[in-house]
Nanobody, 124 residues
Framework: QVQLVESGGGLVQAGGSLRLSCAAS????????MGWFRQAPGKEREFVGS????????YYADSAKGRFTISRDNAKNTVYLQMNSLKPEDTAVYYC?????????????????WGQGTQVTVSS
């Protein structure tokens, strides 16, 4: 079992930055790949990015490439999402999730555990 708790969301102006954190409990955290997803009102949950269990490789949605960076600290059981150059269209609830490393990164169904989400609002 892995329990996930996101933090770091808030209100920021367009062009600003936020860093989200996802703290995990459970001794097996380091064996899971981690992903970030987001869901805007009235829209489906969408993939933002993912990082493999070792941190050796990351994957990003086109909307996140060049602006967002995912990292993890297995010693602290924490994964991060650094978001720069934020746009109003980035406004959403952001979720972290854990999946076995061999499953496909962008698919929601690959992820076994989910956090409760943290709200990010970007004003224009």
């Amino acid at each position: 079992q892995v329990q996930l708790v996101e933090s770091g969301g808030g209100l920021v102006q367009a062009g600003g930055s936020l860093r989200l954190s996802c703290a995990a409990s459970g001794r097996t955290f380091s064996s899971y790949a981690m992903g970030w997803f987001r869901q805007a009102p009235g829209k489906e949950r969408e993939f933002v990015g993912s990082i493999r269990w070792s941190g050796s490789r990351t994957y990003y949605a086109d909307s996140a490439k060049g602006r967002f960076t995912i990292s993890r600290d297995n010693a602290k059981n924490t994964v991060y999402l650094q978001m720069n150059s934020l746009k109003p269209e980035d406004t959403a609830v952001y979720y972290c999730a854990a999946r076995p490393d061999y499953l496909s990164a962008p698919l929601l169904s690959s992820y076994y555990y989910w956090g409760q989400g943290t709200q990010v609002t970007v004003s224009s």
